[in-house]
């Protein structure tokens, strides 16, 4: 496996392959970045995993630099996953210079994470663009964990007509439910006890979903109410179309229940779809 730090010299290793297929990832790898890579490998002759902790997506006072950095531990497995080459620019790298052009989403970003963090899918749309022109892949390997990232990246490619096929990877969750992530090595041992409850009280709306329920707005709040008793700080929970994340209506057969709170000082995010059809 090869480890690349510049442009230049990525696009030697890359000059005579036929399919990539990349996987970009912030570092401090689980088993659902595994997961990606193990998804992406037999799609392509060439897997890339970028590892680049993206400035531009965290808002003021967010975990920008205490975000876990685990380079060498990321080699290791990545190196055992399979992968061919990892891409783990610095910041002069992707940004030479000011970063003044830049990638402006749809009216997606500003609902739901995008209302709780302004700007965040404008720095995630530039990063994964210029990664797209770094490595020019054929196909792209985003996780659903982040479900918002994965719709608005998927249109960034469609409207911009990018030569790239973007597969979507179900999430990965420990044993009791929990949907894996690298700011779950934040949580204590009592908040990870705890972090659970978000993932049992979208399980509780879908399976409500499934039952007949049709007032979404009382399954929310009442979903809210009970995490909020608990000591977390929901930001939302909010039943949505799984197409473009807006609100259905009654007769809406493919839904996706998405939630983000807060226990302690971490941030959690999970989802679940619900297909009525």
Known sequence: MDVIHSVTELRARLYDERQVALVPTMGNLHDGHINLIQLAKPRAACLVASIFVNRLQFGPGEDFARYPRTLAADCARLAQAGCNVVFAPDEEEVYPEPQEYTVDPSSIQNILEGAFRPGHFRGVAT???????????????????????????????????????????????????????????????????????????????????????????????????ALDARGWQTDYIAIRRQSDLLEPDAHARALVVVAAARLGTTRLIDNLEVDLS
């Open 127 to 225: 990063v994964v663009l210029k990664l797209f022109n770094m490595v020019q892949p054929q196909i792209a390997i985003f996780g659903k964990k982040d479900y918002q990232q994965y719709l608005v990246l998927r249109e960034m490619v469609k409207q911009l007509a990018m030569p790239i096929e973007i597969i979507p990877a179900e999430t990965v969750r420990a044993p009791d439910g929990l949907a894996l992530s690298s700011r779950n090595r934040y949580l204590n041992h009592m908040e990870r006890v705890e972090a659970i409850a978000l993932y049992h009280h979208i399980s509780q709306i879908r399976q409500a979903l499934q039952r007949g329920q049709r007032d979404f707005a009382a399954l929310e709040s009442e979903a809210v109410n």
